[in-house]
T-cell receptor, first 113, second 113 residues
Framework: AQTVTQSQPEMSVQEAETVTLSCTYD???????LFWYKQPPSRQMILVIR??????QNATENRFSVNFQKAAKSFSLKISDSQLGDTAMYFC??????????FGKGTRLHILP | DGGITQSPKYLFRKEGQNVTLSCEQN?????MYWYRQDPGQGLRLIYY???????QKGDIAEGYSVSREKKESFPLTVTSAQKNPTAFYLC????????????FGPGTRLTVT
């Protein structure tokens, strides 16, 4: 069965710093999709970034980028120039052939002023 | 304005009562999902539906039931058989296919006493 592991339950960084959230996953599939979702204090889930496994180029969305290491089954999220509004729970997620997504347990990120 | 609505935002019930959580989407998405979120547990899939009149159990379906009579609607009933129903419930939808992101509703906080 596929699993998604986020090894950092909670992190804190100063505003404007760069922070990296870790995610590893386990699968025997070769084609799949990876996601990072953000859940701010409002609890509204928002997609941050998506990566297709067959694409070697790392996805980037403004200040958010990923480091996708397929062989290592690693999918970390880097947030550059962190802002107070980045304070949230961040969930790594994985999807393959089935129409369902498996989520990690999340990393609670605090951006400190 | 397209999106997913869940109502109510907060719901209180007495133990032993069944309760139905509403989820409606006007995004014309084929697939819909119900998740349960508990502290430290991430999102766990309860049920999902890829087309009208069809649905599948997720990882924690026991004590829950769903219906999918219309494309726009996917209500979740929390039955009295659910041993620990107090939780935050999230509904999501997506176009069919795992490459697509899921769009989430604002959630319903259910408290059973």
């Amino acid at each position: 069965a596929q699993t998604v592991t986020q090894s950092q339950p909670e992190m804190s960084v100063q505003e404007a710093e760069t922070v990296t959230l870790s995610c590893t996953y386990d699968t025997s599939e070769s084609n799949y999709y990876l996601f990072w979702y953000k859940q701010p204090p409002s609890r509204q889930m928002i997609l941050v970034i998506r990566q297709e496994a067959y694409k070697q180029q790392n996805a980037t969305e403004n200040r958010f980028s990923v480091n996708f290491q397929k062989a290592a089954k690693s999918f970390s999220l880097k947030i550059s120039d962190s802002q107070l509004g980045d304070t949230a729970m961040y969930f790594c997620a994985f999807a393959d052939r089935d129409d369902k997504i498996i989520f990690g347990k999340g990393t609670r990120l605090h951006i400190l002023p | 304005d397209g999106g997913i609505t869940q109502s109510p935002k907060y719901l209180f019930r007495k133990e032993g009562q069944n309760v139905t959580l509403s989820c409606e989407q006007n995004l014309n998405h084929d697939a819909m999902y119900w998740y349960r979120q508990d502290p430290g547990q991430g999102l766990r899939l309860i049920y999902y539906s890829q087309i009208v009149n069809d649905f599948q159990k997720g990882d924690i379906a026991e004590g829950y039931s769903v219906s999918r009579e219309k494309k726009e609607s996917f209500p979740l009933t929390v039955t009295s058989a659910q041993k620990n129903p107090t939780a935050f419930y999230l509904c999501a939808s997506s176009p069919r296919g795992v490459s697509y992101e899921q769009y989430f509703g604002p959630g319903t906080r259910l408290t059973v006493t």
